[in-house]
């Protein structure tokens, strides 16, 4: 149906007025403009007013930037949206809101099974940000792999394994799996076990595992630093030390732990005190037949072939 003049918005009129388009281009082409038109301009005004909003809502509330850039892209997409909407309506063609509904409600089945994992993974993000079990910068260790986070999104997490490969995790399996963040903490313990021989003294090798923990200036004084004999193997004394570091990081934990168990064990060489490696003691003897029987075995052998 060809619209009146009195169904035509002003830009319409104006065109039909002042070009002499009939009312049946001048309404579409009008109404077209003008949507694009109200899209672009509530798309910049919410840019320009929600975003800077939104920016100090998270400053108020403290977030850090691990929560900040989903919250961005979520606001940037809600801006879009509007415009949209904003747009639609504006060209005469309803609530884009009722155009979605439609649309959603044909596709459900589908997209349900082929974004299976992709939800999956989505909800597993959401619970990420809500319970904060890691942050962007925390090195975290799951199954057989470790690394540091260096992006949180929806739907997967990256880290940079500890030898500068980039891992691209999905989200399900780092909250469906149990996951160690060691730097969650203000402070880390670390055990290290010191074998020493049967033979040596413990309280000796004790006392220098202590004094070499309290001369670190790196490993904490409170708590204390302690020994415990936790083990007796098969060729050597097992000496568990346990020391905190404060701050933790990757480096940290590394180059502390190094250069403790190297101070030890140049102490130990000083005081005699050995640190056995395993070994075996065979016994028992090799027995020899005689000619005239290995012969007599060999033909038996022979017989029994053919």
């Known amino acids: 149906m060809i619209p009146l003049q009195a169904d035509l918005n002003f830009l319409a009129r104006f065109l039909a007025e002042q070009f002499g388009l009939s009312a049946a281009y001048a309404g579409p082409v009008g109404n077209a403009v003008l949507g694009v038109v109200t899209l672009v ?10 975003l800077p909003v939104a920016d100090r809502a998270m400053d108020r509330r403290g977030l850090d930037a691990h929560a900040r850039r989903p919250l961005k892209k979520l606001s940037a997409f809600l801006v879009g949206f509007l415009a949209l909407a904003a747009g639609f309506a504006a060209a005469g063609q ?7 509904a439609t649309v959603a409600a044909a596709a459900t089945l589908a997209i349900g099974f082929a974004l299976q994992d992709v939800l999956k993974n989505f909800v597993a993000g959401v619970f990420i940000f809500a319970e904060r079990p890691f942050r962007i910068g925390d090195w975290i260790e799951w199954d057989d792999n470790a690394g540091v986070v260096e992006d949180i999104s929806l739907r997967v997490t990256r880290v940079r394994s500890f030898d500068n490969e980039l891992l691209t995790v999905p989200n399900s399996q780092l909250t469906d799996n149990v996951l160690t963040n060691p730097v969650d903490a203000d402070k880390l313990r670390v055990k290290f076990v010191f074998g020493i021989g049967y033979d040596d003294d413990i309280e000796t090798a004790t006392d220098i595992i202590l004094e070499e923990a309290t001369a670190h200036d790196e490993i904490m004084d409170d708590p204390a630093p302690s020994v415990r ?16 570091i404060a701050e933790p990081s990757r480096s940290d934990f590394v180059k502390v732990r190094g250069e403790y168990a190297t101070a030890v064990k140049q102490r130990f060489d000083e005081e005699g005190i050995d640190i056995p490696y395993p070994h075996r003691t065979l016994t028992g003897g090799l027995e020899f037949a005689d000619g005239p029987v ?3 075995d060999a033909g ?3 017989a029994a072939e053919d």
Do not use: H
Not at 41 to 50: D, H, K, P, Q, T
Not at 94 to 100: D, E, F, K, N, Q
């Open 229 to 244: 004999l936790t083990e007796l193997g098969d060729s050597s004394v097992g000496l568990q030390s346990r020391i905190w």
């Open 300 to 302: 038996e052998t022979a």
């Open 41 to 50: 301009a509530v798309y910049v005004a919410g840019r320009a007013l929600l």
């Open 294 to 296: 290995a012969t007599a």
């Open 94 to 100: 309803g609530s884009i809101l009722t155009s979605l």
